[in-house]
Nanobody
């Protein structure tokens, strides 16, 4: 079973930047699209960005232009560069491989927490 380990979260001021990392326990990127999700307190987990095996990236409107998803196949790691962070961005951030709108291929990791505060 593939394991996903997220890291890189922390406290940042509005307008600041963070780079999240998600390390996978196997070489999965050639087979699976990968996504970054986030879940704020009291809200459902939502998909924010995806990266296909071919390298095409897609973003929801809430993060488009501010967040960038990328990967390093040699390191089995997918990244999310988050710039211009806003007060509405705080959440636990997770990575996974989306199977459908409501399901994923792998078990969830522990996530990494992002806090935006002045």
């Amino acid at each position: 079973q593939v394991q996903l380990v997220e890291s890189g979260g922390g406290l940042v001021q509005p307008g600041g930047s963070l780079r999240l990392s998600c390390a996978a326990s196997g070489s999965i990127f050639r087979f699976y699209a990968m996504g970054w999700y986030r879940q704020a307190p009291g809200k459902q987990r939502e998909l924010g960005a995806t990266l296909t095996p071919g390298g095409s990236a897609n973003y929801t409107d809430s993060v488009k232009g501010r967040f960038t998803i990328s990967r390093d196949r040699a390191k089995n790691t997918v990244y999310m560069q988050m710039n211009s962070l806003k007060p509405e961005d705080p959440a636990f951030y997770y990575c996974n491989a989306p199977k459908s709108v409501t399901s994923n291929w792998f078990s969830w990791g522990q996530g990494t927490q992002v806090t935006v505060s002045s």
